[in-house]
């Protein structure tokens, strides 16, 4: 079957970005129909996941190379791509692919690998013009491992995000990264820190190939006060918008008074830590909170919201004007989108009614 015209083509294009989050269903339709075809292997190409142990939909480089050897062109479609593993036996076939739209990589480094990362490969694949985010998974990263790989990095390259990764870093010093003068270090406007204890003291060591002084947006979680306070504060006039775990012990004591370019907070989830940071903080110059929450609470949500509420107005906050609460959307909601909202307005009355709650859906 093919579209009969343009607008029916359309269509077809917009029930297929619907169902972009279902690989069954998209296999599916790449195969029942012509005019389906390059929208759904548009969304099963855009992210890749190889020699992973972890990932159901992994694949092997070895199959990866087939697949883009047979049909280039998915090439175009590929913008994100996860390694499981940095050896040299991994890395080369990626590597010799032509990569035109990819932006973002992450890189796992196992423990168990049993030979060290491919750094001249992996450098490689960092310098592509293209890319603008990378992550690095795991402790087994060095410090030494990240100085090299960041200071091959594009330009262009403004996201980083370190999960599971806590090198140590005090053998660490300015002669073991020549290269990192000012003007040739990688500027980071985002950053994601999660289980990344000693990453705040690495970005901050002179060795360290990152130029921080236009970080504009942090997201962190269980990442140990003792290294990133000092550096959230030391930052605090830059940094715009915030991202943090309700349920983070660590940020107890996060002061966001501290924070003085910090117009943008977002919560997720449920815990104690955003009461008592919303509560003890000093003045802050926040304007907007997104609080947002998973529908498989369902109606448990209420009494969360209304704590929620309660921390929100006890906040020393005094140019706030919008807090939004986006209800997360699963295959266990059981409300309707009208459901959700009454019973968040009702759940957070005195916010709805001084009209600066605002209700959206993901």
Known sequence: MAASSPLVQELWDEIIDYLHDSRPTLLSCALVCRALVVRAQTHLFRSIVVASHRHPTTISVTHLAEILSLSPHLIDYVCDLYIGRCDA?????????????????????????????????????????????????????????????????????????????????????????????????????????????????FMMNAACPLDLSGLQHVKVGFS??????????????????????????????????????????????????VQHILQRSRESNVRMICYLLGSWRGSACSPILQSFQSSVLSANMPKLHRVEVKMIINQFNIHSYAEWTSLIRDSMSQLSKSGILAITFD
């Not at 306070?229 to 996060?254: C, E, N, V």
């Open 89 to 201: 036996a991994t890395l080369m076939p990626i590597v010799v692919i032509a990569w035109s739209r990819m932006s973002a990589i992450s890189f796992v480094h196992s423990s168990e690998e049993p030979v060290a990362p491919a750094l001249d490969l992996l450098s490689a694949l960092v310098s592509l013009p293209t890319l603008r985010k990378i992550l690095f998974y795991s402790n087994a990263w060095t410090a030494d491992n990240l100085c090299v790989a960041l200071t091959a990095c594009n330009p262009g390259i403004s996201a980083l995000a370190f999960h599971s990764c806590s090198p140590e870093i005090s053998d660490l010093s300015v002669d073991d990264n020549p290269t990192t003068e000012r003007s040739h270090r990688l500027r980071i406007t985002h950053l994601d820190l999660f289980f990344a204890d000693t990453i705040p003291d």
């Open 224 to 273: 140990g006060e003792t290294h990133l306070f000092p550096f959230l504060y030391g930052l605090g006039h830059t940094i715009q918008s915030l991202d943090i775990d309700a349920a983070d012990a660590g940020l107890d004591s996060l002061d966001l008074g501290s924070l003085p370019g910090l117009s943008h907070l977002t919560v997720r989830g449920q815990g104690s830590a």
